[in-house]
């Protein structure tokens, strides 16, 4: 069986490192430097890089990684220049004893990835920037509409998934969750826990619990969010867009 350790680099960055055997694989590198000494340390070949999206906090320590692991592949959109293997929705390959396959999870840009691996009955997503624990990200090139679609797709797998996101934005989230649902039991004993990090990877059950912006259904969220945005809400869509607005300025 692997081995999943979040590498932390830059400022509140995560680069999981996938490692079985003397193999391993990585997944948005934003530095080299972490993972060329983790990989060292570890006595480990570096056999794949995955990347989620183009920003340069997930992709800077390409060239050097590459560098040193010429033969290394790199799967990723189109738009990385860096790639060997271009993949998208539906790409899938195996990995180990383990089969790896590529949702298009667009939102906080239009061509984020994510990658989804099998193993053993457990199912891993590497969700780059789409979905934090508590929260969401950004929407730069997407669109909030395409945002809530991807978080819809990602709360329909089983809810013992285990959640990687790229940050260590835990604590901030909490905190803006405990704004919207001030009573949510879940919230405040997660908000204490917060302080040890890492906080991540997290199951999708714990996510159901705390993240706002997979409770758009939930009457309180919905009313709440409603009253701080200042209008009348009808969807959970409209819901989940005023949320990311209201964090935005949190």
Known sequence: MFKITPIPALADNYIWLLQQGNEAVCIDPGE??????????????????????????????????IRQFPDCRIYA??????????????????????QVEVWHTPGHTQTHLSYLLQAGGQAHLFCGDTLFSAGCGCVFDGTSAQLFASLQRINRLPENTLLYPAHEYTAANLRF????EPHNPHIARSLAAAAR??????????????????????FQ?????????????????QVFTALRELKNHF
Do not use: C
């Not at 990989?39 to 990347?51: D, E, F, N, P």
């Not at 969750?177 to 919207?180: F, G």
């Not at 969220?221 to 209008?231: I, N």
């Open 32 to 65: 080299a430097a972490p993972v060329a000494g983790y990989l060292k340390a570890h006595g480990l070949m570096l056999r794949q890089i995955w990347i989620t999206h183009h920003h340069t906090d997930h992709t800077a320590g390409l060239p050097e990684l």
């Open 77 to 98: 959109n189109h738009d990385i220049p860096h790639a060997t293997h271009t993949v998208g929705e539906g790409s899938r390959w195996p990995l180990w004893q383990s």
């Open 177 to 180: 969750a405990a704004h919207i």
């Open 197 to 218: 990090t890492p906080t991540l990877p997290v199951s999708l059950a714990h996510e159901r619990q705390i993240n706002p912006f997979l409770r758009t259904a939930d």
């Open 221 to 237: 969220v919905a009313s709440r969010t409603a009253e701080l945005a200042g209008q009348s809400l009808y969807s959970e869509e």
